[in-house]
């Protein structure tokens, strides 16, 4: 059984950074991709960035782009997003999910809050 933990949300005041993390268990991971996501009040959930578990190349939505950095520890099976000069916009539940190959994102997270006041 694949479970995926989030951890690392909280309050900070714009311009500051906060580090999420995403431990993953119940299997080897190696052909899996891992992406983080996020939902604001109202809103639907967008894709914010994702990472190869093998090779760990990365991709990022453009309203993260040069701010966000995505990365992975493979020993600890745990995926980081690093979010520097945050924006009020930034603020939303954001999730990790896990897919295989070019399929869909099968397993979820249960979220954490990250809220940038302004």
């Known amino acids: 059984q694949v479970q995926l933990v989030e951890s690392g949300g909280g309050l900070v005041q714009a311009g500051g950074s906060l580090r999420l993390s995403c431990e993953a268990s119940?299997?080897?991971?190696?052909?899996?991709?891992l992406g983080w996501f996020r939902q604001a009040p109202g809103k639907q959930r967008e894709f914010v960035a994702r990472i190869l578990w093998s090779g760990g190349a990365t991709y990022y939505a453009d309203s993260v782009k040069g701010r966000f950095t995505i990365s992975r520890d493979n020993a600890k099976n745990t995926v980081y997003l690093q979010m520097n000069s945050l924006k009020p916009e930034d603020t939303g539940v954001y999730y990790c999910?896990?897919?295989?190959?070019?399929?869909?994102?099968?397993?979820w997270g249960q979220g954490t809050q990250v809220t940038v006041s302004s």
């Open positions: 119940g299997r080897t991971f190696s052909s899996h991709t």
């Open positions: 999910a896990l897919k295989q190959g070019l399929g869909p994102y099968d397993y």
